[in-house]
């Protein structure tokens, strides 16, 4: 596509991943529903079984605001340690989200090139975080797959700083997206079912 519109191939790799998620972000706003009040799809048994859900899961707790519920959450000291665990899972995530074509670009491909190399990663860590996510809650543990998610990012990251040869760094590269990015879903989970009422885990 070098050249139409007068656009360069690698601008547009840009546009049509925007142009996809732009697609589904316009169709998920008329299919996505805000309360299961409002759910069509839900047959009424559904949509009474999900709402007695939501109440034992806010565990009586008030669902208004008052700013005294935000000063209790923030007295709270787990709040700041989940917070410093989010934080520490969003950092290499981003890193390796923004910098992965350059990594690849280093690694001696073209722009262009290292653009679509960077999609197998990112396709590996959708996989994983989908995997990850189904066997924390079958297991209903959540601080063992952030530990592993975290290892397994060590050791990509590790191999990217270390070796030189084109194949061991892309390798490193996929296992550190491995690694990094199912925890982040699990650390939410993990402070939502830890959060009780909607207000503190609006804080959280």
Known sequence: M????????????????GFATVSVAFTAYFFLH???DTASFLTDAERHYVIEMLKQDSNNLSTEYRFQFVLQALKDYKVFVQIGIYIGTLVPGYAIALFMPTI??????????????????????????????ILSDK????????????????????????????????????????GVYPPTPVILAWASSNAGGDMKRGVV
């Open 34 to 36: 805000d309360y299961p």
């Open 104 to 133: 690849i670009n280093e690694l001696g491909y073209s722009a262009a090139t290292a653009q679509l190399l960077s999609v197998p990663p990112f396709a590996c860590g959708c996989i994983f975080t989908v995997l990850v996510g």
């Open 139 to 178: 297991h209903g543990l959540r601080g063992p797959y952030v530990i592993g998610g975290a290892l397994v990012s060590l050791i990509g990251y590790l191999t990217l700083y270390t070796q030189q040869s084109a194949g061991a760094s892309y390798a490193g590269a996929v296992l550190a997206a491995i």
């Open 2 to 17: 070098e050249g139409i519109a007068g656009l360069h191939g690698w601008q547009w790799i840009f546009c049509l991943e």
